[in-house]
């Protein structure tokens, strides 16, 4: 990583994952700066609260395009341009709580934002098994209640609010996916395609 141009290696882009045009703009100024593109993480999310049945339908929708569509389009994209040669690794992000149903909605979010999650659950395992051949290896991680941003409270708060329900009374940091996602583009990783791994606190325990 010392080699390249940009401090540590890393080089911050902005793009809206829900435009194809955009994902495929960023992708070009990754192969003209760096020449491949080995692992994926999909990340983004937006957090929603619509119920599903008298839930203001565009936002219900621009929910399953960020939340899931982008998952398959940034996939599709990149296999195409960086992957099917050479393998890699995609690593999405679902969600715990959320992707179990709408009996979490009172302290996951909405029915719309549960139902992007499971299909994002899905999605990996669909995709694991199309990439396999490829040397593809796909997994998701599925964090439970997490300290960022969206939550749009002081940390004190969501704990206090939520540490009662999780083993190990508290909740989780940011490290503490991102370390899960190194390991998934590790070699460590290299016989894991298809696995939905779960980072909660033991809030639900799967298995």
Request: glycine content about 10%; overall charge positive; aromatic content about 4%.
């Amino acid at each position: 990583m010392a080699g390249l141009p940009h401090g540590n290696g890393v080089l911050p882009m902005a793009m809206d994952v829900a435009r194809e045009d955009d994902v495929a703009r960023v992708l070009d100024e990754i192969a003209r700066r760096f020449g491949r593109l080995d692992v994926l993480v999909n990340n983004a999310g937006i957090k929603s609260a619509e119920p599903l049945l008298n839930g203001n339908s565009e936002k219900i929708e621009r929910t399953i395009q960020i939340n899931s569509v982008a998952v398959l389009r940034s996939s599709k994209l990149v296999v195409d341009r960086f992957m099917k040669a050479k393998g890699g690794r995609i690593v999405n992000v679902g969600s715990s709580l959320s992707s179990q149903g709408a009996v979490f909605n009172y302290q996951a979010g909405g029915a719309d934002y549960c139902l992007s999650k499971a299909i994002v659950h899905d999605l990996t395992k669909l995709l694991a098994y199309e990439c396999a051949p490829l040397k593809i290896n796909v997994n998701a991680i599925a964090p439970g209640i997490i300290d960022t941003p969206m939550h749009g409270r002081p940390r004190e708060e969501t704990e206090a609010r939520h540490s009662g329900r999780i083993p190990l009374g508290r909740v989780g940091l940011p490290e503490n996916i991102a370390g899960l996602a190194v390991f998934l583009a590790s070699p460590a990783a290299s016989y894991m395609t298809g696995q939905i791994l779960h980072v909660n606190g033991g809030m639900l325990m799967n298995g």
